[in-house]
């Protein structure tokens, strides 16, 4: 992890993933980079209708967003000793910021999870999910301020490549943190055969094969990632992803819940995040690390 992109609309919900962004740079040694995008034509209307000659009004605010990251540069240097490199874009905020990570290599995405303003230049629902939906680089939505590195992490396993990626990430950027590997279990055409007056007794009994397995799948790679009883919790439950992944997350106090994301670039963007991850930042009150697979 040797390079964070926290890209903000200077909002408070901004100033979160910054701040989140420069523990983060601190703990892990790795540089920090900060980018405001302001999109093209925003102000065309309100342009023509100054004097001849006026200076262009997206300059001028580009100026000003320069100064206000440079005095938040200086805050996180005299706080943290984190050194932030800043950029101010110019272009649709999503091509802009994910140009700009490109150009810098970034390891780590970091994004507040709202913006506030007229400057609404993250939001959750607009920019910043379908930053989320085209971008293969690690993404972390924050929610909150900091309050001190990741205590615990509730991590979403499916057994796919970017649940086994989004754990090995997660323990990267939080390596005390203490894990709950989450397995939700569904079981194919259950609702079907219930409608179709299948016996309970054989329905329980699909429903306990699938947790078997679900646990010995869980403790397979709990051996191979080297996960021990004391570091992660295995869990498998059945019921809705989402709905689970939410309770657990708050009935177990974690602070950061990490979740997977699959998907080829070349699909429609609206399936690239997948709808547990989606609702998962729409809905989750704490933050959120999305990963690729």
Known sequence: MTRILAATDLSPAGRHAIDRASRLAGELGGELHLAHAIGPGLFD?????????????????????????????????????????????FGTPVDALLE???????????????????????????????????????????KH?????????????DFSPAALAALRLVRQ?????????LHAIEIPFESKMHYAGVNNDIIQQYRSEAWTKAMQQLRRLADIEHLTESVAQLSALHGNPTDLILEQANAQDCDLIVAGKRGDLHIVEELLLGSTTKHLLLEADRDVLVVSG
């Not at 996180?76 to 050194?83: D, R, T, W």
């Not at 990741?150 to 396993?157: D, F, G, I, S, T």
């Not at 950027?173 to 590997?181: F, G, S, V």
């Open 45 to 89: 209307d309100i342009q023509r209708l100054l004097a001849p000659g006026s200076p262009p009004i997206a300059i001028t605010l580009g100026n000003d967003a320069s100064r206000q990251m440079q005095v938040i540069a200086d805050e996180l240097a005299a706080a943290n000793s984190v050194e932030a490199e800043c950029q101010v874009l």
């Open 100 to 142: 700009h990570a490109g150009d810098i290599a970034a390891d780590l995405l970091v994004v507040g999870s709202r913006g506030e303003g007229y400057l609404r230049q993250l939001t959750i629902g607009s920019t910043a999910l379908r930053l989320l939906r085209k971008t293969r680089r690690p993404a972390l939505v924050v």
């Open 145 to 157: 301020p900091p309050a001190g590195p990741y205590r615990r992490a509730l991590v979403a396993m």
């Open 173 to 181: 950027i939080a390596p005390q943190a203490e894990l709950t590997l």
